[in-house]
């Protein structure tokens, strides 16, 4: 890959993740709190909301196209392996395929189907209601570091790029 067109893709995946991890550090800081204060027949209609809503074109887009890119950045570096940059592509990209990629189709997406099919105002509702704020919550906090790492190494990798 031409070394201007590495360093952009390098510079635009830096700031999708870091786009990303902003999403995520919504959620875990104030989102999910506020979700977890409405009675449970309420947050659970509201989450429901959000899942369709984020399965829109935007979200999806920046989603997956920071996936995708991380991919790129990963094999790029393990082409030039050589070039001083490389590992902190390679590590940036990994950090951010494991741990928001991975993360999210292993632990959050399963949730947000069971969530799914959850009726509101059921009597074991609030039981589930509960245990997924819990939950999704542990695993979205995940997702926020490895984006921000990943966002910072592939910052660092910018500084000597190819």
Known sequence: MPGNLLFVLTF???????????VFFAFSSFVMKGLARLPPAQGIAAMQAINVAALERVFMAAFFGSTVACVVLAVSALVSWHKPNSLYRLIGSGVYLLGVFVVTAAFNVPRNEALAAVQPDSADGAIRWAQFVAEWTTWNHVRVVAALVAAALLTLSLREHD
């Open 12 to 22: 635009v995946s830096a700031l999708a993740c870091g786009l990303m991890a902003g």
